[in-house]
């Protein structure tokens, strides 16, 4: 972390001397990863510098992932947004937390706590309440996909008491206010978020 701009200028570096690269993120490596980063570069390059066959190769991103594990809380329209202040003023990014949250999107939040950072998960939720019924189902998921996967599903009002074990590998699904839980059946002990796309049911 924080050594992007190096990693991605010597990724470009040894492609230009010939090399084939791969530049590694997590998740999809177009939404807060490095394919951005690696583009803004070369096109910021004087013109025969920038004569790169660059191919970017689409994954899994986290919240698609967390998503699948909680079942399907973005069957309808949502909003993603990291609560990480590093590249984005905080003022900016609270702007966008009230008007997804205003706007009724299903909110993914990326990035929602560090070490350093441990005060704008409360933040955000505190301005996401304002608009959402405390009953609106959050589901957590940390480490999604991967062996030690942790899957959570609370509720707004719930949700700090869950705090402690939020941390950068977690992601958080908000649901909308349409957004409900439900067991997979008689003597199922799995509960999954369900955000109706609208579709009659009643048939």
Not at 133 to 140: E, H, L, N, S
Request: hydrophobic share 40%; charged share 25%; with cysteine.
């Amino acid at each position: 972390m924080r050594g992007e701009v190096e990693r991605c200028r010597e990724a470009i570096t040894l492609a230009r001397d010939g090399r084939k690269v791969a530049v590694v993120s997590g998740g999809d490596s177009g939404i807060y990863a490095m394919a951005g980063l690696i583009l803004e570069l070369v096109a910021g390059a004087k013109d025969e510098e920038a004569d790169l066959n660059i191919e970017v190769v689409p994954g899994i991103p986290a919240f698609v992932s967390a998503a699948a594990a909680l079942g399907a809380p973005l069957m309808h329209d949502f909003a993603s947004i990291s609560l990480s202040d590093l590249l984005t003023p905080w003022g900016t990014i609270t702007k966008r937390l009230e008007a997804a949250a205003e706007a009724d999107f299903v909110i993914a939040l990326y990035n929602p706590k560090s070490k350093t950072r441990t005060t704008h998960l409360g933040e955000a939720i505190d301005i996401i309440r304002k608009h959402r019924d405390d009953k609106t189902p959050v589901g957590i998921v940390r480490n999604s996909s991967r062996v030690d996967e942790e899957l959570t599903v609370a509720t707004l009002s719930e949700l700090s008491a869950h705090y402690e074990k939020i941390d950068m590998s977690t992601i958080l699904i908000v649901g909308n206010s349409s957004t409900f839980t439900s067991s997979l059946g008689k003597g199922s002990d799995r509960h999954v978020m369900i955000t109706p796309r609208g579709y009659d049911t009643r048939q």
